[in-house]
């Protein structure tokens, strides 16, 4: 039996609007235990539960419910299980069964993980029991493992914020494949013209299945096409009618929407449209969001979610803010916030 760590009752309502009707009430965030948690990335099941990665090592389960309601917080993976150390992106494969994360070893000694195998790999283990069931090492020079996305062709995507590539997985396979690799990838120079190499971060399928992708170090973000063999097509940088700003994880809505955590503090829904975006912020003042996804269950309104990683005070914790405790799992709602006055 898995070690409960947490449970809270979510008796109490925070509401979007002025009514308690209103159809963007949302439930209260969820409490997740641990001072050191880190919690950077997290992906929602078909079911409704939510499955957290920590920096510090492992996997927390929650189901959400409809509040009010009873939230259990479980200890889905071990810290150093299957080799497994910091995490950076998971990802809830349930066509195979399986919930794939990306481990990497960091210089922060706040990320070390007793167990952990050392280098950057991708992980996947069984979703029903938690068991480990593909190791692969990330290929290459300085790679770094950092999300993922399920195409249409059952293949797993992952984006390497180390270099300018996307690289695959595709069923059955004993190795990572580089998919498309592109300087156009690579982060624009800062302002003193210095080069900044890779900086891909988030990414999710488009309903005309292409490829968005995020570089969290300039902002930028792209549009890959998926050729009808498989293949990496055209790469196009999109434009936004506002800049992004540190975005991070990022996942499909519906057919061209998406919901965006932006580090430096907002959540924010992508609109696309040809090679231009739409940007409508979500919320703001949010403490380094960095994962996000949406329950969707029947006969329910979508609702997005996300964690605050709050890595400034993992990997400096000398120079950062302190540490806002506790760490949460917070909903939001998916319609714009009206705009300032």
Known sequence: MRHIFFSTVLGAMLLAGACPACADTLPAPILLPGDHLHPESLSIAPDGTAYIGSMTGGVLKVRLRDAPAQSVVERFIIPGAYGSGALFGVFVDSRHSLLWTCTNSFPAPGTKVDGADPGHWVKAFDLKTGAGRISLPMPGEGPTCNDFALGPDGAIYITDTGQPRLLRWKPGATALEVWAEDPLFNALPKADGVPR?????GLAFAGDGSILVNNVRDGSLYRVIVGKDGHAGAITRLTTDRPLQSPDGMRTIGGMTFLLAEGVGRIAKLTLSGTS??????????????????????????QGWYVQAQLSGLFAP??????????????VSLTAMPPSQ
């Open 197 to 201: 190499k890779g900086g891909l971060d």
């Open 277 to 302: 975006v739409h940007v409508e912020t979500l919320a703001e003042g949010i403490k380094d969001p960095t994962g996000v996804d949406i329950r969707k269950m029947p006969g329910h309104p979508a």
């Open 318 to 331: 000398d120079k950062a803010p302190a540490v806002q405790l506790p760490f949460k799992l917070s909903p």
